[in-house]
């Protein structure tokens, strides 16, 4: 089944960034890895259209505005506001629809919050914000953050050495975090969380010494991670489900095409999870219905692609009924919760492992696991995969996709994974550091945003471009 | 269950000026010079006793449950913080955990509320008493801006 992700007309959000990046990536100016993997880059969109507002002025910083948070005051939706060179120790919060905040260079315009100031920038309700081209560090909560909005886009942002995230959308709609960065972080890189469906791409995202390279709590609904990197981390690409959040369960998140790898980091500042799912690349933690496809993973203590349980220990509300699980964000916040007696055991239901390519996964490379379900009853399938280990053994043999799985496939307790071992696991592994004096590699110098200075300023459009993910191949390595 | 009411309520301009909080819109007569012969009006903020009922709002990441809610006046409204995240609970007009800690120490009215992320780390909980009248505007500053993000609305009758 072809699986293009066919779009409306309306979309203009990647259209200087796509005709100013020109499909140059390769031609990157850092010494740092390319977020790109040539040989598996998606092909170029196709052109898009823009229903955003035209662009209404050009703001300065500081040549009209002395800081960014006066420009942004000043601004009024279609604007496009330009930083030049320096560093700026501000807190920027916007809360005008349909601004573009632009640096002129990614590695000379920097935010610094100095370990005091909260936020880089803070983007609250306001839709269709755009912020492009610059680097955000020593936030004590995000570098970059869009709440409450519909719309948003993030293109060649360095988020270094922020206190929560690196970038963080929380229960946001429509947006594109693409060709941007994040390390640092105790809690992830970037974040994609409560939203469904989301509408949402992270693309060209390279994330490093993180406690988990993304997390997306009870997000997903076209939620898509392609042609990314995520390695060093603590653990990888970690989807999870709780009702700590709302819009529960993590669901229908697409994940293609990315490297994972060398997801041990022992060194990273870590909150208690990322500690918990350490050694593993791309674990769902009690997520459902997810695309796990054409990833190359290799190197982890634990496992390379696992699909095991979240369990949470003080519960707000009960699990949902599969047949609640297509209920939109908006409609779930609705209802009112269930209190449940004791823990929750959320299980990672429904999700399609194939082709990707793995190795050197020490506990094993593709693995499924529960804490008192059985397997067979979960609906999750592999198949395709270039892998060697299993847990439980044979694991393509007992679940391939695209038939009903039976407890008479086979073994299932022959080698399983015996996930409540992570428990003690945890007690015992490196604890986190601070991240405001962890070890960082040397902070990389980025590629920029092509033709900064004269690209028109284009509003983020809610509507996803369009990208082919059937085109998309399992990358190569590049360490 | 009958809810007592003050007979003659007026609302203290002083009080409501001073307290700067997110003063609740109950309707209120200010203070007004007396005419010739006529006494002096004094104002005080009319409150209802409680009821003796109880309601929990759970605060999650990053949202309140429910995030819009009625009670009646003497209702005790107790805020659980049942996320993983440090959180505050801040009237619309106060801005972060210093201008809450400012208000409070200034203002001992019922009106005056909310409590800072210091004290609202995960497994906290704060209870207010809610026994004046209107509707109560409040939000999260990490999480959210007054209206939007996480924030959330109680509206006392």
């Known amino acids: 089944m072809k699986r293009s992700l066919g779009i409306l007309a309306g979309v203009v959000l990647l259209a200087v960034g796509l005709v100013s990046c020109g499909g140059d990536d390769s031609a990157t100016t850092t010494a740092a890895p390319s977020t790109d993997v040539a040989a598996s880059e998606a092909p170029a969109t196709d052109a898009p259209v823009t229903d955003a507002p035209a662009v209404e002025g050009v703001l300065n910083v500081p040549a009209d505005y002395a800081t960014i948070q006066e420009a942004v005051d000043a601004a009024v939706e279609g604007d496009l506001i330009l930083i030049a060179a320096g560093t700026y120790n501000e807190a920027v919060q916007v809360t005008t629809n349909n601004i573009i905040i632009r640096g002129l260079d990614r590695n000379t315009v920097i935010l610094d919050g100095n370990f005091e100031l909260d936020n880089g920038i803070r983007v609250v309700g306001a839709n269709g914000v755009a912020l492009e081209n610059m680097t955000a560090m020593n936030y004590t909560k995000n570098g970059f953050f869009w709440t409450g909005v519909t719309g948003y886009r993030g293109d060649y942002l360095t988020a270094w050495r922020n206190g929560d995230y690196g970038v963080y959308v929380f229960d946001s709609v429509g947006g594109v975090i693409d060709h941007s960065y994040g390390a640092g972080s105790p809690d992830a890189g970037v974040y994609v969380g409560e939203c469904y469906p989301c509408d949402s791409l992270i693309n060209h995202f390279v994330s490093e010494h993180n406690g988990l390279g993304y997390s997306g709590t009870n997000s997903g609904g076209n939620m898509i991670i392609v042609n990314s990197i995520f390695r060093r981390n603590r653990a990888g690409v970690v989807p999870n489900s709780g009702s700590y959040e709302l819009c529960y369960p993590e669901r229908k998140t697409t994940i293609i095409g990315n490297l994972v790898y060398d997801n041990n980091q022992p060194d990273t500042p870590a909150i208690d999870v990322a500690i918990l799912a350490m050694g593993n690349g791309i674990l769902s933690a009690g997520g459902v219905q997810n695309i796990i496809e054409r990833n190359r993973v290799w190197n982890h203590n634990k496992t390379g692609i696992g699909l095991v349980p979240f369990l949470e220990e003080d519960p707000n509300d009960s699990l949902p009924a599969k047949t609640a699980w297509d209920t939109t964000c908006a409609d779930s916040k609705k209802l009112m919760p269930v209190q449940p007696d004791g823990a929750l055991l959320w299980d990672s239901q429904d999700t399609t492992v194939r082709n990707n390519v793995l190795e050197d996964n020490r506990r094993a490379d593709i693995a499924v696991g529960s804490a008192g379900t059985d397997l067979w009853t979960l609906g999750n399938c592999f198949e395709g995969n270039t892998f060697t280990t299993s847990a439980p053994l044979d694991l393509e043999k007992l679940a391939p996709c695209g038939s009903p799985l039976s407890k008479d496939a086979g073994d299932w307790t022959a080698g399983d994974l015996n996930v409540i071992t992570w428990l003690a696991d945890q007690a015992t592994a490196p604890p986190s550091v601070d991240w405001k004096t962890a070890t960082l590699p040397d902070m990389p110098v980025l590629e920029s945003m092509p033709n900064a200075a004269t690209a028109p300023g284009v509003p983020a459009s809610a509507t996803l471009p369009v990208i082919d993910l059937d085109a998309i191949t399992v990358p190569d390595k590049i360490d | ?157």
């Open chain 2, 1 to 157: 269950m009958k809810i007592s009411r003050v007979s003659s309520i007026v609302v203290s301009a002083v009080l409501l000026v001073s307290c700067g909080a997110d003063a609740p819109d109950a309707a209120s007569s200010g203070a007004k010079p007396p005419s010739e012969g006529e006494a002096a009006v004094t104002t005080t903020i009319a409150t209802v006793p409680p009821n003796g009922e109880s309601i929990t709002i759970q605060v999650l990441d990053n949202s309140y449950r429910p995030s819009e809610y009625e009670i009646k006046a003497g209702t005790e409204v107790v805020f659980e913080n049942r996320g993983r995240n440090d959180h505050n609970i801040l009237p619309d007009t106060i801005t972060d955990d210093a201008g809450l800690t400012t208000l409070l120490a200034s203002d001992m009215s019922p009106t005056a509320w909310g409590i800072a992320s210091t004290a609202f780390t995960p497994g906290d909980s704060y209870k207010h008493l809610f026994n004046v009248p209107g509707v109560y505007k409040f939000y999260c500053s990490i999480h959210g801006a007054p209206g939007a993000g996480m924030y959330g609305t109680l509206t006392v009758s």
